[in-house]
Nanobody, 126 residues
Framework: QVQLVESRGGLVQTGGSLRLSCAAS????????MGWFRQTPGKGREFVAA????????YYLDHAEGRFTISRDHAKNTVYLQMNNLKPTDTGVYYC???????????????????WGQGTQVTVST
């Protein structure tokens, strides 16, 4: 089992920045990739970004490309999501996820991911 603990989100103004972190414990060596999803008001959970643990390849959905950066601290088994130029439409609950078998073709599917964090609220005010 892998446990994921996310940092606290927060309230930021439009155009502001926020960094989320997610630490993996338990059996972090079994993790092939870690990623972030978010659930915005009125929508289901959607993929934001992923990072392949071996090699560090990163992947983003269009809405995050250029504004969000996923990175890692391998020694700490921690992944980060740096969010810049935030918009009110970025408001939602952000979830960290981890998987033991990573496939790019299915990375946007919730079912691809084996472990989930508790979720953290991010609110972007106008």
């Amino acid at each position: 089992q892998v446990q994921l603990v996310e940092s606290r989100g927060g309230l930021v103004q439009t155009g502001g920045s926020l960094r989320l972190s997610c630490a993996a414990s338990g059996r972090p060596f079994s993790v092939a990739a870690m990623g972030w999803f978010r659930q915005t008001p009125g929508k289901g959970r959607e993929f934001v970004a992923a990072l392949r643990w071996s090699g560090g390849n990163t992947y983003y959905l269009d809405h995050a490309e250029g504004r969000f950066t996923i990175s890692r601290d391998h020694a700490k088994n921690t992944v980060y999501l740096q969010m810049n130029n935030l918009k009110p439409t970025d408001t939602g609950v952000y979830y960290c996820a981890a998987t033991e078998r990573f496939e790019v073709a299915s990375m946007t599917w919730e079912t691809q991911w084996d472990y989930w964090g508790q979720g953290t609220q991010v609110t972007v005010s106008t």
